[in-house]
């Protein structure tokens, strides 16, 4: 005879694991919600950081062509100092023969040297142009790496998500959490500016 009343185990271990098994899916149905929105984020981030690199490159191409530009510009502001040159020299040399130059070569001179100051104030403006483009491409460049940054975060993130479902360990679901926190705070600072 039993010395105390009979306990039905196999009941009680169908309850307990009734009761784990409850537990371990609303764990793991709210890693998979955050690693999800974690991945939506990632994808927004990424974007992000191609859409900012790809106006940063159309606006380091200006800058190279302003920069061909304002070399073409120079090369002719040259061309007219030695035409300048030239007809400053000629001229000289009819002064030191004791006679007048023709105004031919004087007007040559100043036509050439009025010329040359236009030019140069063009290429002095495909400069300035040139230095505003890049500028503004250096900006997104650094748009474009704290954006690739917050989408390394989220992707490390996601990675401990996916350790945190297999290991079922809160404390890696957590530290895949504050990852992600990290990652979108840095997006938004991006966002925002």
């Given at each position: 005879m039993p010395e105390g009343p009979e306990i039905d185990t196999d009941k009680l271990r169908e309850t307990i694991d009734e009761e784990i098994e409850r537990e371990d899916s609303s764990l793991i149905r709210g890693i998979a919600l955050t690693t999800a929105i974690l991945a939506a984020f990632a994808a927004i981030a990424s974007l992000q950081a191609g859409s900012?690199?790809?106006?940063?490159?159309?606006?380091?191409?200006?800058?190279?062509?302003?920069?061909?530009?304002?070399?073409?510009?120079?090369?002719?502001?040259?061309?007219?100092?030695?035409?300048?040159?030239?007809?400053?020299?000629?001229?000289?040399?009819?002064?030191?023969?004791?006679?007048?130059?023709?105004?031919?070569?004087?007007?040559?001179?100043?036509?050439?040297?009025?010329d040359q100051q236009q030019i140069r104030k063009v290429a002095?403006?495909?400069?300035h142009e040139r230095d505003a483009k890049s500028a503004e491409a250096d900006v997104l460049l650094e748009r474009h790496h704290k954006f690739a940054i917050a989408v390394a975060?989220?992707?490390i993130a996601i990675a401990l998500g996916a350790v945190a479902a297999l290991t079922r360990?809160?404390?890696?679901?957590?530290?895949?959490?504050?990852l992600g926190l990290a990652g979108l705070v840095l997006s938004a600072i991006e966002w925002l500016r």
């Open positions: 900012t690199v790809n106006e940063a490159l159309v606006l380091k191409t200006e800058a190279t062509r302003l920069q061909a530009e304002a070399s073409d510009q120079w090369a002719f502001y040259q061309a007219k100092g030695i035409k300048a040159a030239v007809a400053a020299a000629g001229a000289e040399a009819w002064r030191s023969l004791g006679k007048i130059a023709p105004d031919e070569l004087t007007q040559r001179v100043a036509k050439e040297t009025g002095e403006e495909k400069e975060f989220f992707q360990l809160r404390v890696v679901w957590a530290g895949s959490i504050l």
